[in-house]
């Protein structure tokens, strides 16, 4: 028994540092540099062992390999790549999608929640984002504005009850932006309601604890033991929440109103039957599970980067008193205007309330690196670069955003970068190309409309505790841990 387990983990210890090897030696012959930390599973490695999050982990190397396009890391058995280079991120994104076009994982049928266009690859994938980007278009958001505007409403009286001010900042916009986010997907009822159980969804799905980051690390690296083990990544929330979109979506077969939100796109689908890409003939059900997995990505997608942009552009607001004053004659002139309201318009023509929020996702964008997986070989044109299929490829958009040769003084808050045009294409907080975020002008439109209506009423002011900024240990997303927020109600001149 002992000799079998000395065996075992012998031979462990020999397939580490084979691979370990294989993938050094794979990446010196095509004249890439190696992380030679952990040549097993390097970054993975460093984010479980390291008091770091993930995009720090890549910040790290982003910064080591300063003259480099781009660095080899291990991933077990498979090769990957960390791509620093601007113009090879940009023909990864964009100009070479059509090889790079899946994103990092490959989650099994049976996890019914996964089947959305955040996770789908392939010709799946391109069906899938084809029927949902109608919801996403200006005309679409204009007709659904009337919801974003009524849960910003009622969010500021939430916050006026005593004792609302009470709560941890980010929670309470969490709160903010998933009732909104709910209403946009099922409608909106007689009131919004800031406690909801898909506030629990959205917040615990992602919450980054040992039981999650390992089904994560699993499906990344072994995907074949984790089918066998029959793990799902959203199997905890799979039957409540397929019950309740299919509940609203047979109620609304019914009543037929229009109410412009998600559903209303369901309804419209289910009735249209299959789903057909003309190119490919490729088809698809357009079933109660289907639709209620794309509902699901406005939750796990959607709610806490909304929540953190908000979050951040107060933190920033909350420490430059000369910004927080320009932002506040803007928003109180719109207000003024249209009788204490913003319509759809008027939000759109805060021109300088838009800098202040593109300046925020410029130095906090809320997802702080993306991934693609190749499924065509191709070469990265800055440094000739042979990517083979298969190949895993991050791409840092939090270090990018932050690297002084594309923005002068980046770690200065200045909205006046977006004075002219940005002539670089180093912005990318949504990302790029095809894949780029879904729900980017959904997003903007939310965080802007919520700003707008929380600066009306109050005045951020920010504590930062510590020397510098620090940011919760989390797999995707840039969060600041210890920022505090404090909301002081303004007295407006009108009233
Ligand atoms: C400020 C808020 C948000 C930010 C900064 C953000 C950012 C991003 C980024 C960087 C990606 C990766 C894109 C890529 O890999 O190229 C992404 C993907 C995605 N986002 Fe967002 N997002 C936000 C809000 C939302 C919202 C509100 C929704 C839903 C309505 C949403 C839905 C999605 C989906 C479905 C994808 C996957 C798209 C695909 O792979 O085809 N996001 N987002
Ligand atoms: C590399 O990672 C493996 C596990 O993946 C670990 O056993 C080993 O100690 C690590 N080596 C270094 C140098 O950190
Ligand atoms: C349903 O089909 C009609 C006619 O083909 C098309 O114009 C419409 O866009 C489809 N609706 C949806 C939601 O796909
Ligand atoms: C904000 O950034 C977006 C994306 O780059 C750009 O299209 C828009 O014009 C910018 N807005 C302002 C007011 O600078
Ligand atoms: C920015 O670009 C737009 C369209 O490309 C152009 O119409 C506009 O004049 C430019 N603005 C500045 C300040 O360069």
């Known amino acids: 028994m002992l000799l079998l387990v000395t065996v075992a983990c012998l031979l462990i210890v020999l397939i580490i540092y084979l691979t370990g090897k294989y993938n050094e030696r794979y990446w010196a012959k095509r004249g890439v540099v190696f992380y030679t930390e952990n040549r097993t599973a390097g970054i ?20 080591k390999y300063s003259d480099e396009p781009a660095v080899g890391v291990g991933l077990l058995f498979r090769p990957a790549i960390l791509v620093r280079d601007l113009t090879n991120v940009n023909y990864i994104l964009q100009t070479e999608f059509e090889s790079f076009s899946d994103g990092g994982m490959d989650t099994p049928d049976y996890d019914k929640l996964t089947k959305s266009v955040l996770f789908m690859n392939g010709k799946l994938w391109k069906l899938m984002r084809q029927n949902m980007s109608p919801l996403f278009t200006a005309t679409k958001l204009k007709s659904m504005f009337y919801i974003m505007e009524r849960s910003s409403r009622d969010y500021i009286e939430l916050l006026k009850q005593p004792g609302g001010l009470d709560c941890d900042t980010f929670d309470s916009l969490a709160g903010y932006a998933c009732a909104s986010i709910a209403a946009s997907v099922f409608g909106i009822g007689t009131e919004s309601v800031f406690d909801s159980p898909f506030l629990k969804i959205s917040r615990q799905a992602l919450e980054p604890s040992f039981m999650v980051n390992m089904k994560f690390s699993l499906l990344v690296f072994l995907p074949k033991i984790y089918k066998a083990l029959k793990l799902k990544l959203f199997g905890a929330f799979e039957k409540d929440f397929i019950g309740a979109i299919s509940h609203v979506i047979r109620e609304r077969h019914r009543d037929g109103t229009k109410r412009h939100d998600f559903v209303d796109l369901c309804v419209a689908l289910q009735k249209n039957g299959t789903l057909r890409d003309h190119a490919t003939n490729f088809e698809l059900e357009p079933t109660d599970e289907l639709l209620a997995a794309q509902a699901f990505f406005y939750f796990i997608a959607g709610v806490e980067p909304c929540a953190t942009a908000i979050f951040n552009t ?6 430059n008193p000369d910004i927080v004053q320009r932002v506040h004659a803007e928003i109180d002139a719109n207000f003024n205007k249209l009788g204490d309201k913003l319509t759809y318009d008027s939000v759109m023509e805060m021109e300088y309330l838009e800098k202040v929020i593109n300046e925020s996702l410029r130095l906090y964008p809320p997802a702080g690196f993306t991934v693609r997986r190749c499924v065509k070989d191709a070469t990265l044109p800055v440094g000739n670069i042979r990517i083979e299929k298969g190949t895993h490829i991050f791409l840092p958009l939090y270090e990018i955003q932050r690297d002084s040769k594309y923005f002068p003084d980046p770690e200065v808050f200045n909205p006046e970068r977006f004075d002219g045009n940005i002539t670089n294409n180093a912005y990318m907080p949504f990302s790029k190309g095809n894949r780029l975020c879904i729900g980017a002008r ?8 919520g700003l707008a ?28 841990v210890n920022v505090e927020i404090k909301l002081t109600p303004r007295t407006l001149k009108s009233e």
Do not use: C, N
């Open 44 to 63: 993975h490695w460093d984010f479980m062992t390291k008091d770091l999050s993930m995009f720090e982990v890549l910040g790290r190397l982003y910064k």
């Open 442 to 449: 959904f997003a903007r439109l939310q965080v802007k409309t």
């Open 453 to 480: 209506y929380i600066l009306r009423h109050y005045t951020p002011e920010t504590t930062v505790l510590g020397p510098k900024i620090k940011y919760k240990k989390q797999p995707f997303q840039v969060t600041p």
């Open 314 to 319: 107060m933190l920033e607001l909350g420490r």
